[in-house]
């Protein structure tokens, strides 16, 4: 049992460039979360997805685009990145019935030049 | 606008001390307050949850308390350890996060215990 597994762990970009993070989880949890961790400042939500097929946008979503296509994964994907984005990005997942209950992943970091 | 604040944001003490960690929120209708441990390179482990109508919750060392009418917690580390070495995030779960259920977070107090 992994748990929250977020791939890749690290990461730069270049001003402009796309790519997405995977998060996985393998137990069966219907809610998952990205957030975004920076200096300073508590995590905070970009997307959340409510079941697969389903999302929605969190407290800073602008920049970012999620999926989630399938129950264990949920993938957030930056189409044209920006210095601003630089940040750890940490997934976390809930079961519907505990929703109180958040496991995160180990969180990847981004830096964008 | 639900906002948690933690203070200090960073503490340092000697192996064996007592010490508290303290948290403040700006809306007291919440579902929940928990004390999260983050470790550097690493996600965050839930260690305490406290529902509302609760007063306190203790684990080991560990001793957890909600004001929820002042909006305030504490977190109380006894005998600490070099092993206690960690930023310790507070998250309070609001009435106002609807189906999102979207946790608030503090900013965290990094903690270090010297040997």
């Known amino acids: 049992n992994a748990g929250v597994t977020q791939t890749p762990k690290f990461r730069v970009l270049k001003t402009g460039q796309s790519m997405t993070l995977l998060c996985a989880q393998d137990m069966n949890h219907e809610y998952m979360y990205w957030y975004r961790q920076d200096p300073g400042m508590g995590l905070r939500l970009i997307h959340y997805?409510?079941?697969?097929?389903?999302?929605a946008k969190g407290e800073v979503p602008d920049g970012y685009n999620v999926s989630r296509l399938k129950k264990q994964n949920f993938l957030l994907g930056l189409e044209s990145a920006a210095p601003s984005q630089t940040s750890v990005y940490f997934c976390?997942?809930?079961?519907?019935?505990?929703?109180?209950?958040?496991?995160f992943g180990p969180g990847t970091r981004l830096t964008v030049t | 606008k639900q906002e948690v604040t933690q203070i200090p944001a960073a503490l340092s003490v000697p192996e064996g001390e007592n010490l508290v960690l303290n948290c403040s929120f700006t809306d007291s209708a919440i579902y929940n307050l928990q004390w999260f441990r983050q470790d550097p390179g690493k996600g965050l482990t839930s260690l305490l949850l406290i529902q509302s109508s609760q007063r306190e919750q203790t684990s080991g060392r560990l001793n957890a308390s909600l004001d929820k009418s002042s909006g305030r917690s504490t977190l109380y580390i006894a005998a600490s350890q070099p092993g206690d070495s960690a930023t310790y995030l507070c998250a309070v779960l609001p009435v106002s996060s609807g189906s999102a259920r979207q946790l608030t977070f503090g900013s965290g107090t990094q903690l270090t215990v010297l040997p």
């Open positions: 976390a997942s809930s079961p519907r019935t505990r929703l109180y209950e958040q496991y």
């Open positions: 997805s409510v079941g697969e097929g389903t999302t």
